[in-house]
Protein backbone atom coordinates (compact mmCIF):
# COMPACT_ATOMS: atom_id res chain seq x y z
CA UNK A 1 0.00 0.00 0.00
CA UNK A 2 1.08 3.62 -1.05
CA UNK A 3 -0.35 6.35 0.85
CA UNK A 4 -0.56 9.06 -2.05
CA UNK A 5 -1.99 12.09 -0.12
CA UNK A 6 -3.75 13.12 3.24
CA UNK A 7 -6.26 15.51 3.87
CA UNK A 8 -5.19 17.93 6.42
CA UNK A 9 -4.61 21.96 5.98
CA UNK A 10 -1.42 22.90 6.86
CA UNK A 11 -0.89 27.15 7.72
CA UNK A 12 2.48 27.80 7.63
CA UNK A 13 5.04 26.62 4.50
CA UNK A 14 7.43 23.17 5.42
CA UNK A 15 10.66 24.79 5.14
CA UNK A 16 11.84 22.46 7.52
CA UNK A 17 10.78 19.70 5.59
CA UNK A 18 11.90 20.52 2.10
CA UNK A 19 15.02 22.00 3.44
CA UNK A 20 16.02 17.90 4.90
CA UNK A 21 14.58 17.04 1.34
CA UNK A 22 16.90 19.28 -0.44
CA UNK A 23 19.82 18.18 1.45
CA UNK A 24 19.13 14.39 1.51
CA UNK A 25 18.74 14.91 -2.31
CA UNK A 26 22.03 16.53 -2.95
CA UNK A 27 24.11 14.25 -0.99
CA UNK A 28 22.26 11.28 -2.99
CA UNK A 29 23.49 12.89 -6.07
CA UNK A 30 26.73 13.93 -4.89
CA UNK A 31 27.24 10.01 -3.77
CA UNK A 32 26.19 9.08 -7.02
CA UNK A 33 28.74 10.96 -9.15
CA UNK A 34 31.77 9.20 -7.02
CA UNK A 35 33.60 6.21 -7.95
CA UNK A 36 32.05 3.15 -6.58
CA UNK A 37 34.66 2.90 -3.93
CA UNK A 38 34.45 6.33 -3.11
CA UNK A 39 31.09 6.10 -2.37
CA UNK A 40 31.35 2.93 -0.15
CA UNK A 41 34.04 4.51 1.79
CA UNK A 42 31.74 7.64 2.79
CA UNK A 43 29.19 5.54 3.82
CA UNK A 44 30.90 3.65 5.82
CA UNK A 45 32.59 6.42 7.30
CA UNK A 46 29.32 8.80 7.45
CA UNK A 47 26.60 5.77 8.12
CA UNK A 48 26.20 4.33 11.36
CA UNK A 49 27.95 0.87 11.26
CA UNK A 50 26.73 -1.13 14.65
CA UNK A 51 30.33 -3.03 15.54
CA UNK A 52 32.23 0.29 15.18
CA UNK A 53 31.32 1.24 18.30
CA UNK A 54 30.67 -2.19 19.83
CA UNK A 55 33.92 -3.41 18.84
CA UNK A 56 36.71 -0.49 18.39
CA UNK A 57 39.26 -3.00 17.73
CA UNK A 58 37.29 -4.21 14.55
CA UNK A 59 36.90 -0.44 14.05
CA UNK A 60 40.78 0.45 13.98
CA UNK A 61 41.70 -2.84 11.88
CA UNK A 62 38.73 -1.80 9.25
CA UNK A 63 40.21 2.06 9.25
CA UNK A 64 37.51 3.56 10.84
CA UNK A 65 38.67 6.30 12.96
CA UNK A 66 36.43 7.35 16.16
CA UNK A 67 34.23 10.02 15.21
CA UNK A 68 32.50 10.57 18.78
CA UNK A 69 29.23 8.75 17.25
CA UNK A 70 29.04 11.64 14.88
CA UNK A 71 27.67 8.96 12.51
CA UNK A 72 24.61 8.52 14.67
CA UNK A 73 23.23 11.67 13.38
CA UNK A 74 24.70 12.05 9.12
CA UNK A 75 23.82 8.75 8.51
CA UNK A 76 19.94 10.00 8.49
CA UNK A 77 21.08 11.87 5.54
CA UNK A 78 22.75 9.32 3.16
CA UNK A 79 20.93 7.09 0.92
CA UNK A 80 22.40 4.69 -1.94
CA UNK A 81 19.86 3.65 -4.31
CA UNK A 82 17.19 5.44 -6.32
CA UNK A 83 14.02 3.19 -4.02
CA UNK A 84 15.59 3.91 -0.42
CA UNK A 85 15.04 7.57 -1.54
CA UNK A 86 12.24 7.90 -3.25
CA UNK A 87 9.92 6.27 -0.62
CA UNK A 88 12.08 8.47 2.27
CA UNK A 89 11.44 11.38 0.33
CA UNK A 90 7.42 10.60 -0.47
CA UNK A 91 7.23 9.79 3.29
CA UNK A 92 8.62 13.50 4.14
CA UNK A 93 6.59 15.26 1.55
CA UNK A 94 3.14 13.36 2.64
CA UNK A 95 3.15 13.35 6.66
CA UNK A 96 6.08 15.76 7.80
CA UNK A 97 4.56 19.35 6.86
CA UNK A 98 1.51 18.56 9.35
CA UNK A 99 3.89 17.82 12.33
CA UNK A 100 6.01 20.62 11.09
CA UNK A 101 2.99 22.91 11.20
CA UNK A 102 2.03 21.97 14.71
CA UNK A 103 5.00 22.21 16.13
CA UNK A 104 6.94 24.98 14.09
CA UNK A 105 9.79 25.17 12.56
CA UNK A 106 12.44 24.93 15.22
CA UNK A 107 11.14 22.75 17.44
CA UNK A 108 9.97 20.16 14.41
CA UNK A 109 13.48 20.87 13.45
CA UNK A 110 15.00 19.80 17.22
CA UNK A 111 12.32 16.59 17.06
CA UNK A 112 13.12 15.15 13.63
CA UNK A 113 16.93 14.92 14.77
CA UNK A 114 16.48 13.51 18.15
CA UNK A 115 13.98 10.77 16.53
CA UNK A 116 16.63 10.46 14.21
CA UNK A 117 19.06 9.88 17.01
CA UNK A 118 17.21 7.68 19.24
CA UNK A 119 16.07 5.32 16.31
CA UNK A 120 19.60 4.82 15.48
CA UNK A 121 20.62 4.26 18.73
CA UNK A 122 17.48 1.64 18.96
CA UNK A 123 18.61 -0.26 15.70
CA UNK A 124 22.27 -0.30 17.50
CA UNK A 125 21.34 -1.79 20.60
CA UNK A 126 19.67 -4.53 18.95
CA UNK A 127 21.85 -5.46 15.93
CA UNK A 128 25.19 -4.09 17.47
CA UNK A 129 27.54 -6.67 15.51
CA UNK A 130 26.09 -5.58 12.56
CA UNK A 131 29.21 -4.42 10.28
CA UNK A 132 27.27 -2.97 7.38
CA UNK A 133 26.32 0.93 7.35
CA UNK A 134 22.85 1.79 8.65
CA UNK A 135 21.55 4.56 6.51
CA UNK A 136 18.83 6.37 5.52
CA UNK A 137 16.23 9.19 6.98
CA UNK A 138 13.60 6.41 7.87
CA UNK A 139 14.20 6.30 11.33
CA UNK A 140 13.50 10.10 11.42
CA UNK A 141 10.24 9.98 9.51
CA UNK A 142 9.21 6.94 11.49
CA UNK A 143 9.09 9.61 14.46
CA UNK A 144 7.27 11.46 12.37
CA UNK A 145 4.89 9.00 11.85
CA UNK A 146 4.94 8.23 15.60
CA UNK A 147 3.86 12.07 16.18
CA UNK A 148 1.01 11.86 12.95
CA UNK A 149 -0.48 8.58 14.46
CA UNK A 150 -1.70 10.65 17.86
CA UNK A 151 -1.90 14.32 16.58
CA UNK A 152 -4.04 13.06 13.40
CA UNK A 153 -5.52 9.73 14.00
CA UNK A 154 -8.19 10.23 12.31
CA UNK A 155 -7.05 12.01 8.96
CA UNK A 156 -7.79 10.88 5.82
CA UNK A 157 -4.86 9.00 4.00
CA UNK A 158 -5.79 7.88 0.21
CA UNK A 159 -3.93 4.73 -0.48
CA UNK A 160 -2.79 3.14 -3.97
CA UNK A 161 -2.94 -0.61 -3.98
CA UNK A 162 -0.36 -1.30 -6.93
CA UNK A 163 -2.46 -4.58 -7.67
CA UNK A 164 -1.13 -5.47 -11.70
CA UNK A 165 -0.22 -1.62 -11.64
CA UNK A 166 -4.07 -0.46 -12.12
CA UNK A 167 -5.34 2.42 -9.94
CA UNK A 168 -6.78 0.88 -7.29
CA UNK A 169 -7.03 3.95 -5.18
CA UNK A 170 -8.35 4.15 -1.62
CA UNK A 171 -9.02 6.26 1.59
CA UNK A 172 -8.13 5.10 5.39
CA UNK A 173 -8.03 6.57 8.93
CA UNK A 174 -4.25 7.62 9.46
CA UNK A 175 -5.07 5.22 12.70
CA UNK A 176 -5.19 2.40 10.34
CA UNK A 177 -2.35 3.22 7.92
CA UNK A 178 0.22 3.85 10.08
CA UNK A 179 -0.82 1.19 12.71
CA UNK A 180 -0.72 -1.67 9.76
CA UNK A 181 3.01 -0.09 8.65
CA UNK A 182 3.85 -0.83 12.89
CA UNK A 183 2.81 -4.26 12.72
CA UNK A 184 4.96 -4.65 9.71
CA UNK A 185 8.03 -2.83 10.93
CA UNK A 186 7.44 -5.22 14.30
CA UNK A 187 6.83 -8.40 12.28
CA UNK A 188 9.86 -7.71 10.23
CA UNK A 189 12.36 -6.98 13.54
CA UNK A 190 11.25 -9.94 15.01
CA UNK A 191 11.68 -12.36 12.44
CA UNK A 192 15.47 -10.75 11.74
CA UNK A 193 16.41 -11.28 15.22
CA UNK A 194 14.51 -15.07 15.73
CA UNK A 195 16.38 -16.33 12.72
CA UNK A 196 19.67 -16.51 11.94
CA UNK A 197 19.33 -17.03 8.41
CA UNK A 198 17.33 -14.17 7.67
CA UNK A 199 19.14 -11.41 6.07
CA UNK A 200 17.80 -8.40 7.15
CA UNK A 201 18.32 -5.29 4.81
CA UNK A 202 16.25 -2.85 6.03
CA UNK A 203 17.18 -1.32 9.38
CA UNK A 204 13.69 -2.21 10.99
CA UNK A 205 14.73 -1.29 14.69
CA UNK A 206 15.28 1.44 13.90
CA UNK A 207 12.15 2.22 12.11
CA UNK A 208 10.38 0.78 15.21
CA UNK A 209 12.37 2.98 17.41
CA UNK A 210 11.60 5.93 15.85
CA UNK A 211 8.37 5.53 15.80
CA UNK A 212 8.12 5.08 19.76
CA UNK A 213 10.34 8.06 20.19
CA UNK A 214 8.02 10.41 18.14
CA UNK A 215 4.72 9.01 19.73
CA UNK A 216 6.15 9.47 23.34
CA UNK A 217 8.32 12.79 22.88
CA UNK A 218 5.92 14.75 20.35
CA UNK A 219 3.75 16.71 23.08
CA UNK A 220 6.71 18.29 24.33
CA UNK A 221 7.43 19.79 20.68
CA UNK A 222 3.58 20.68 20.21
CA UNK A 223 3.48 24.48 19.49
CA UNK A 224 0.17 25.56 21.54
CA UNK A 225 -0.63 28.74 19.50
CA UNK A 226 -0.79 26.47 16.25
CA UNK A 227 -3.93 24.30 18.04
CA UNK A 228 -7.30 25.69 16.65
Given at each position: ?29 I ?10 Q?V ?13 E?A?A?G????R????L??L ?9 I ?38 Y ?5 A ?10 A ?5 Y?F ?27 L?F ?24 W ?6 L ?16
Amino acid sequence: MIPIRDNIHCNTVPYVSWGIMVICIIVFFILQMMPDEMQRQLVYLYGMVPIRYSNPEWANAFGLPPDRYLSFLTNLFLHVDWLHIIINMWFIWIFAKSIEDRMGHVRFLIFYLLCGLLATYVQWYFDPHLAIPVIGASGAIAGVLGAYFFIYPYARVVIWFPLFLLPIFFELPAVAFLGFWVIIQLQKAVTAMMFDNVTADVAWWAHLGGFLAGAFLHPLFIDNKTED
